[in-house]
């Protein structure tokens, strides 16, 4: 007999089932052995950061931020036009899959040695590498790729269940067949202006820009980057078997 847990994107993200998933182990393994609850009583939640960002959005921060990312984003193209073995259908199916693939482990050492030589970090490396990509698989010099942000600066949001994370939309120029350090510097750039200005929603930015709307497409960005700390080790329940399951 099995038990599923599943939840919806639209309200958890990674960190939230993490936040999940430990609090789920310790309640278990309490419960289990006829002890009370170990959790500290909830200090925080969804709904308090929801307000936060509701009276937030009344402040000048938004309209700074708005600024800043208009500016930034101004004449880069809002469709990547990537190469396909067909039409794209007139409105998306979501349909999906996994290509698993691992590096080895002396190019993971030598991707981390070039970023310390940088003055960047393994993630940058890691976008400019799929930023020249795309390039050469478009032939567009100018595009953007969507970046998760986990939005949780702030100490308070560690324990918080909820989709606290946001997208940033970061600009890719290619032009002028740039160098790959350059682009490199220019990864650090983005992303560290992208980062100082990550509290304005995702979606108040596509309703400022108004983009075309096309039911084949999202708005501003159609490839998303993110990278995920890996989490060591399972969700250890007392004479349970927990496995996750791998979705399209």
């Not at 080790?233 to 078997?241: C, I, K």
């Amino acid at each position: 007999r099995g038990i599923g847990v599943v939840v919806h994107h639209a309200v958890t993200v990674g960190w939230s089932m993490y936040v999940l998933y430990a609090e789920l182990e310790a309640l278990y393994g309490a419960f289990a052995n006829g002890q009370l609850t170990p959790l500290a009583p909830v200090s925080l939640q969804y709904a308090d950061y929801a307000l936060w960002q509701r009276q937030w959005a009344e402040t000048s921060a938004l309209q700074e931020q708005l600024t800043w990312w208009k500016e930034q984003l101004a004449g880069v193209p809002t469709v990547l036009e990537l190469p396909a073995d067909g039409p794209r259908p007139p409105v998306q199916d979501f349909r999906g899959a996994l290509v698993p693939w691992q590096s080895d482990r002396d190019t993971a050492q030598a991707l981390r040695e070039l970023a310390a030589r940088e003055h960047v970090t393994p993630t940058m490396v890691l976008l400019a590498v799929f930023q020249v990509l795309l390039h050469r698989y478009t032939d567009q010099e100018k595009f953007l790729v969507g970046m998760t942000h986990a939005n949780r600066e702030r100490p308070e949001l560690a324990g918080v269940v909820g989709f606290v994370v946001n997208t940033l939309a970061i600009r890719a120029d290619l032009s002028e067949a740039p160098s790959f350090r350059s682009v490199l510097a220019q990864v650090r750039e983005t992303c560290l202006g992208a980062h100082e200005h990550s509290e304005l929603p995702f979606d108040q930015l596509v309703k400022v820009l108004q983009p075309e709307r096309d039911l084949s497409t999202p708005p501003l960005v159609q490839v998303m980057f993110a990278p995920q700390v890996s989490k060591q080790g399972q969700l250890a329940l007392p004479e349970l078997r927990v496995v996750p399951l791998e979705l399209d």
